[in-house]
């Protein structure tokens, strides 16, 4: 009995720990998704050339930031939604600039 005791503890006490834990890796690979989608995409542009339809792996699917031509020339901000794969208390999403090419984790 005390051994079984032992582990509910434990286990109450791991469970919360590793949701965190898979909920902050969802948020990394999203973040590392978008940052090479963006920066592949922007180079696309910058040599005239229609950049790759945008496949998400990591990031949810909702996400459309399919980039065009004029993205280039007037940049904007664009949001690549991160799946909730653990607890979504501390989900962030990747948002990214087009102008600079820089992505950033953000609050959902």
Not at 28 to 53: F, K
């Amino acid at each position: 009995m005390i051994v079984v005791a032992i582990i509910a503890i434990l286990a109450a006490i791991a469970l919360p720990q590793y949701r965190n834990y898979t909920q902050r890796s969802a948020n990394a690979a999203c973040l590392a998704e978008a940052r090479a989608y963006l920066s592949t995409a922007v180079a696309d542009l910058a040599g005239a050339v229609t950049p790759a339809t945008y496949v998400p792996k990591a990031c949810d699917a909702s996400a459309n930031p399919n980039l065009i031509a004029t993205d280039f020339a007037t940049p904007r901000t664009v949001t690549f939604d991160t799946r909730t794969k653990g607890n979504a208390d501390i989900k962030q999403n990747a948002v990214c600039n087009t102008g600079s090419a820089q992505c950033e984790l953000v609050d959902d």
